[in-house]
């Protein structure tokens, strides 16, 4: 009987032992729990401005990187612009001197002088314009000029280091060259008067002989007065303003010519 009291008593000690061991588990574990809770919200509160801080420096350097890159293909745009613009007006210089090249052949037995206009006044860019010129060139006043395929003006003073060229299109200027208008029926003379700057086109005044013109047909130099050289290209005709005899008579003439943009030239005389 006391065996058996004693067993009881042991298992009731052990049991209670139990429940004491499984309490304080619990309660350290809570206990424990909440210490690592706390330090791990210390150990965010301290590391959240590193953090911060990390990501702010990456964001600047991304930034930098960003602005870096963009400048970058800026320089590589402004380049490509740039070479572009050098390859355009190269291209312009090649058809202008081509075009020249074509007066070189048509007119053998003239005075030619080809050169670079190194002045053209924005204030007055369709009045004239200063080409160079050499100490051994021989520029006259009654050298007429061509560029891109047509007449352009006349020289009007001339150093040797450059000359002065006065355009067509100056609606200032009275040139008084003799053209002709190359008809079916003949050839039909007249002076280039001025310029009618609405239209856009030479003015032809004092017809030599009355003849029905059409437009479209053709006007060159004459060769005759002040200026020699015959057979250079003027224009077209563009319309016919009749009157009551032939002088009052007016023909306006499109250009053969594009005074927009002239980088190089040629004098022609004799």
Known sequence: MKYKNSRFLFRLVAVFLFFICLFLFSYFGFFFS???SGMSLVDSALSSPFFQA???????????????????LKNRIYQLKDLNDEISNLESENQQLKSLLNFQNSFSSSLKITSKVLNRNTIAWYDSLTISAESNDNFSDNMLVVANGGLIGFITSHTDQSAEVSLLTNE?????ITVKVKTSSGDVFAVLTGFDKKNGAFILKELNREIDLTEDEQVVTSGLGDYPVS???VGRIQSIKAADNLLSTEVLVKPSASFDVIQYVMAIGE
């Open 54 to 72: 990390s990501s702010f420096f990456n964001a600047v350097s991304e930034s930098d990187k960003m602005i870096s890159e963009n400048q970058l």
């Open 172 to 176: 200032t200027l009275t040139s008084n």
């Open 231 to 233: 057979g250079i290209p």
């Open 34 to 36: 909440n210490i690592i």
